[in-house]
């Protein structure tokens, strides 16, 4: 966001409540270009074929099933788009059993997603640096409004804008937008 070539938009997204609200604090300045979504990343909350580029770095070790992660993270890249990504390799990842992966099961794991130019070097003591580029022909689509983008965790409905925050008409679930501005779809109500 503070790069000046940059006038795209980012989407964060934790299910740590308390980390979103410290990224809100420190970010606040880029509010108008920022969206902060609480959410398990095991239901990303967005149609497939969103985003030009998605990122998961030092976070997939953490997850309950990162292979679920990496399909979550895929089909929501646009064709051309980019996924980044770091697998936890360090000393450490065998505390992480299941979770930090063998450099042969992430290639595994990223073989059999629509993905190709995949890319595993080291990059820190901790970790393996994964690139890679979904399969397909580019079609572009540019930036589209928020309510576009968001899908209801729950039923994969489409979201209206609702004075509270955000509403789906199909399953009547209410997601609020919290004072500090991060959109709470973990705390969905009926």
Request: net charge positive; with cysteine.
């Amino acid at each position: 966001l503070r790069q000046p070539g940059f006038d795209g938009r980012v989407i964060g997204l934790d299910l740590s409540r308390r980390m979103l609200r410290e990224a809100a604090a420190r970010t606040a300045s880029f509010a108008d270009r920022l969206t902060l979504i609480w959410q398990d990343a095991e239901a990303l909350p967005f149609a497939d074929d969103t985003f030009d580029g998605v990122t998961c770095l030092e976070a997939l070790e953490f997850m309950p099933h990162p292979a679920h992660v990496l399909a979550e993270l895929v089909r929501t890249l646009r064709p051309g788009g980019v996924l980044l990504c770091t697998n936890r390799v360090g000393r450490h990842a065998r505390f992480l059993p299941g979770r930090a992966l063998p450099r042969s099961e992430i290639e595994r794991l990223l073989e059999a997603l629509p993905l190709k130019d995949v890319r595993i070097r080291a990059w820190q003591v901790d970790y393996d640096l994964v690139w890679a580029v979904k399969s397909g022909t580019p079609r572009g689509g540019g930036m589209r409004p928020l309510p576009q983008l968001l899908r209801c965790p729950t039923c994969r409905g489409g979201l209206d804008r609702a004075s509270a925050g955000f509403e789906c008409p199909a399953c009547r679930r209410v997601y609020p937008v919290a004072e500090d501005g991060v959109i709470e779809l973990a705390a969905a109500k009926r």
